[in-house]
C-alpha cells in the first residue's frame, strides 16, 4: 500500500521515524510529509533515510507538477501521526495553508489520525469537537495513550505505540480478500428520449457502505445509478442508469450484496421514440420491473444479500423489513425511511433471522455500522 504520512509539529515527532519503519516492513511504501514546524522536532535526513524517498513540503515548489493533488491522488491511505491540536483544528475546518493540508483536503482516501499533545489541550472542548467533527466525516481519529508527557506531567495524550499505531490502521482491514457489490443511486426509467420516472436517491448511503467496506479491505464495486456526488478512491465505479441496466451490472460474483441503490418498481412499457410534443395529453401504461434483489439472491445462494427497505415516514420499519425478509428470501433487511432520502443522516433497522438492530447518524456513520453489524451477523449465521 502506498502510504502517506503526515508528521506535525508535537514533541512525538521523532518517533514517527519508527513508525516510517514499521509500514515500511510490512512492505508498504511510506511517503513521508512534514510540517514546516514538524521538522524543528525531527530531523529531514532521519526522515528521508528511513523512507527512502526525498522530503520536500514546500507547497509552491515545482508548481507545474501540481504536488499536493498528486500526493493525495497517490496515496491510498493516508496517517497523520503525532497530529497536533493545531493540525486537527486545521482539518477540521478544512484550512489549507501547507502541503500537508492541501494534500489531505486534494484526496478521497482513508484517513488515519493520532493526536498527542498535553492532557489539558486534548481535553479542551475546542479539541474535543474538532475529534467529533472529524470522527463524524469518517475520519479515523485514534485515542491517546495515558502516560509521561513532555516534562514530569502524565495523563492521556501520550502518542501510542508503534505497534498499536500500525495495528490501528491495519487492524481495520478484517475482509481482506472479500469481494463486495454494493449498488446506489437512483434507477431513471425513459418516458421518452429526455424524461425518465426518477427518484431523490441522492447515493450517498450506497457510497458510505462502499467507502466503510474498502476500509475494512474489501475489494468494492460500486454499481452507481445517476450519482452525481464523488465516488472515493479505491471502488471501482459501474455505471447503470435504468433496472435493466442495474440487472445486467450487478451480476457480479461477489461474497457480499448490498442493494442501496432505489429502484423503480415500474417502467414504462414502450417508451416514446424521440421527444414527446407538448398539447396532447398522454397516458402512460406502467409494467411492474423484476425484483432485483430477490431475484439475485435466488440466483447466488452463497452470497450475503442484504436489500434496503424504504419505508413511509411513521410506518412500521420493523414490521416490514420482517416481511421483506421473508418474500425476498435475502440474508437480511436495512429499513429506513422516506425522509432519509438525499438527506446526510439517517436511521436504519437492520433485520436479520437472528436480531433486529437499529443505528441513527451521519450516514457515514450509519455505513461503518452497519458494516459491522453484517460481519457480526455472517461470523454467526
Ligand atoms: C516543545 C514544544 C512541544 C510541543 N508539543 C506539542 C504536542 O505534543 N502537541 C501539540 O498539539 N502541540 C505541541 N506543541 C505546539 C505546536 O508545535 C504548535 O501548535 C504548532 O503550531 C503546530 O504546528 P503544525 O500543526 O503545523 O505542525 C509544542 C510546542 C513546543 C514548543
Redesign the pocket.
Known amino acids: 500500500m502506498r502510504i502517506l504520512l503526515g ?7 521523532y518517533k514517527a521515524a519508527n513508525l516510517i519503519r514499521a509500514f515500511s516492513e510490512q512492505g508498504h511504501s511510506v511517503q513521508a510529509l ?5 521538522l ?2 525531527v530531523g529531514r535526513a532521519t526522515l528521508e533515510a528511513l523512507s527512502g524517498a526525498a522530503i520536500d513540503n514546500d507547497m509552491y515548489q515545482d508548481v507545474h507538477e501540481v504536488r499536493h493533488v498528486e500526493l493525495g491522488a497517490n496515496a491510498d491511505l493516508i496517517v497523520v501521526a ?7 483544528a ?1 482539518l477540521a475546518n478544512g484550512i489549507a495553508d ?1 502541503l ?1 493540508m492541501n494534500a489531505i483536503l486534494a484526496s478521497t482516501s482513508e484517513i488515519y489520525v493520532c ?4 492532557t489539558e ?1 486534548w481535553q479542551n472542548p475546542a479539541t474535543q469537537a474538532n475529534v467529533a467533527t472529524l470522527r463524524s466525516r469518517g475520519i479515523y481519529v485514534m485515542e491517546p495513550a495515558s502516560g509521561r ?2 516534562g514530569t506531567d502524565t495523563g492521556p ?1 501520550r ?1 501510542p505505540e508503534t505497534e498499536e499505531i500500525v495495528s490501528f490502521v491495519m487492524g481495520k482491514k478484517p475482509l481482506s480478500g472479500m469481494t463486495v457489490t454494493v449498488t446506489a443511486g437512483g434507477t431513471r426509467e425513459p418516458i421518452d428520449q429526455v424524461r425518465y420516472i426518477g427518484n431523490s436517491s441522492s447515493g450517498r448511503m450506497g457510497i458510505a457502505i462502499a467507502t466503510a467496506y474498502r476500509d475494512a479491505g474489501a475489494l468494492v464495486r460500486l454499481v452507481a445509478c445517476n450519482i452525481e456526488i464523488p465516488v472515493p478512491a479505491g471502488i471501482e465505479v459501474i455505471r447503470a442508469s435504468s433496472v435493466a441496466d442495474l440487472d445486467q451490472a450487478m451480476n457480479l460474483p461477489s461474497d457480499i450484496m448490498v442493494m442501496a441503490a432505489a429502484v423503480s418498481d415500474f417502467r414504462i412499457d414502450k417508451p416514446f421514440e424521440g421527444k414527446l410534443p407538448r398539447g396532447e395529453a398522454r397516458t402512460m401504461s406502467l409494467t411492474p420491473t423484476k425484483d432485483l434483489i430477490a431475484d439475485f439472491a435466488a440466483k447466488n445462494p452463497d452470497t450475503f444479500c442484504v436489500a434496503f427497505a424504504l419505508t413511509e415516514d411513521g410506518a412500521d420499519v420493523e414490521t416490514i423489513s420482517q416481511g421483506k425478509l421473508l418474500t425476498k428470501k435475502v440474508s437480511a433487511v436495512a429499513g429506513n425511511s422516506v425522509s432519509s432520502l438525499g438527506s446526510e443522516i439517517g436511521e436504519i433497522t437492520l433485520v436479520t433471522k437472528l436480531a433486529v438492530l437499529r443505528e441513527s447518524g451521519t450516514k457515514i456513520e450509519l455505513g461503518r455500522w452497519l458494516v459491522g453489524a453484517i460481519s457480526k451477523t455472517m461470523s454467526k449465521a
Open positions: 508528521i506535525t509539529g508535537g514533541i512525538a515527532a512534514p510540517t514546516q514546524n514538524a524543528r522536532f503525532p497530529a497536533t491540536a493545531n493540525f486537527l486545521k501547507d500537508l493526536p498527542a499533545m498535553h489541550m508527557l513532555t495524550g502518542l
